[in-house]
């Protein structure tokens, strides 16, 4: 089976080219992926000479490379995007570019080369904030940042050219994701190299925010359930019922540190921060038989765990464009 990993140097991308290398045999993995910032390939240092795996560099935004490396593909697995909320407040160019943009140049050569499959992955940002209850696939859309917008916008091409066309695309919308690899811009990967590096961590306002958490290993294992056995053209939330404060993280990886409250710096809230996300992930449950299997208390622990030992992965990242991006993000401060 020929599987095409788009934005494969990435957090979640990475995570699963490892996941799908160890188990199976039957894959050849091509990594579609520009090296933007948080692309990283030494995420995939350990498996580049496997011959099962095969690195292209290039963009979803550039329709001719895309429809070159569509080619001749069983599946196609879109984790190209930009990702980070913050960012796109600060420069939102990128995210219309690679969320929009390249999401229509993926549909336009999955149809004209009649791909079979394509899973996109999405988010739960999309929904918008929830302050009670949780988010069907059903509900309507309600992006409140520039990222969650050009989620949505891509997430509403998919829908049409499975409409309009029979193209062969499935949704996903996530809650937030967590794991090894994810690079130190995210609520869990910075604050756990903060904590490490005896700094500070920032927490945006009242640190009261909900977010739902699921680790990277089920969501890889969702991502597979939904490509062998989900329905074309349907959208599916992935989640783990798992929501708490970001305080509640804050301070369980204050104590997986060893670290004190004194560690905790309450800073500026994010423009227009969603105060809660919640979803219902019972479609998932029900069509494709998948369950998380990671409780967060063990999947944080494996985390913390993994930036204390894999030092070189996180010296690389402290530097150049996540400096830049780093020292832009907290010169207020
Ligand atoms: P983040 O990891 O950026 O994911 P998202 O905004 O897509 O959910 O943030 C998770 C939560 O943590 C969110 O409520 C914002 C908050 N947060 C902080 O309090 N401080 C930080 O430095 C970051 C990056 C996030």
Redo the contacts with the bound molecule.
């Keep these: 089976m020929k599987i095409l990993i788009t934005g494969g140097a990435g957090f979640m991308g990475s995570n699963m080219i490892h996941y799908l290398l160890r188990t199976r045999e039957d894959v050849e993995i091509v990594n579609f992926d520009n090296l933007t910032y948080a692309g990283n390939l030494t995420s995939l240092s350990d498996i580049q000479d496997d011959p099962r795996y095969t690195f292209v560099k290039g963009s979803i935004a550039d329709a001719d490379a895309v429809d070159k490396v569509v080619q001749g593909m069983d599946l196609i697995i879109n984790y190209a995007a930009e ?4 960012r796109s407040i600060l420069e939102p160019k990128a995210f219309i570019d690679t969320n929009i943009q390249g999401v229509y140049n993926l549909l336009e050569a999955v149809r004209k080369h009649e791909i079979p499959r394509m899973v996109h992955i999405s ?1 739960d ?1 999309v929904y918008g904030a929830v302050m009670e209850g949780e988010s069907s696939e059903e509900d309507k859309f309600e992006p409140r940042s520039p ?1 969650s917008a050009s989620k949505a916008a891509g997430d509403h091409l998919c829908h049409s050219y499975a409409v309009t066309y029979g193209t062969p695309v499935i949704i996903t919308h996530s809650c ?1 994701f967590y794991g090894p690899y994810q690079f130190p ?4 990967p ?2 756990t190299m903060n904590l490490l590096e005896g700094k500070t ?5 009242d ?1 009261q ?1 909900i ?1 739902e958490w699921i680790f990277t290993e089920d969501h890889c294992r969702a991502i597979e359930a939904i490509a062998e056995k989900g329905r074309l053209g349907e959208t599916y939330n992935i989640g783990t019922g798992y929501r708490v404060p ?1 305080m509640d993280v804050t301070r369980k990886l204050l104590e997986l540190t060893g670290r004190g409250e004194d560690a905790i710096e309450y ?1 500026k809230d ?1 423009p227009g ?2 105060r809660r ?1 919640a979803i219902n992930s019972t479609k998932l449950r029900t069509e494709c038989g998948w369950e998380p299997l990671t409780s967060f208390e063990e999947g944080l622990a494996k985390t913390v765990d993994w930036y204390k030992t894999n030092t070189d992965w996180v010296d690389g990242c402290r530097t150049g464009a996540y400096k830049e991006y780093y020292d832009k993000q907290y010169k207020d401060r």
């Design positions: 990702t980070h909320v913050d988010t940002e990222y937030n811009e995210k609520l869990i910075l604050f961590v920032p927490v945006y306002g640190g925010q977010r970001n800073v994010r921060h969603d996300y």
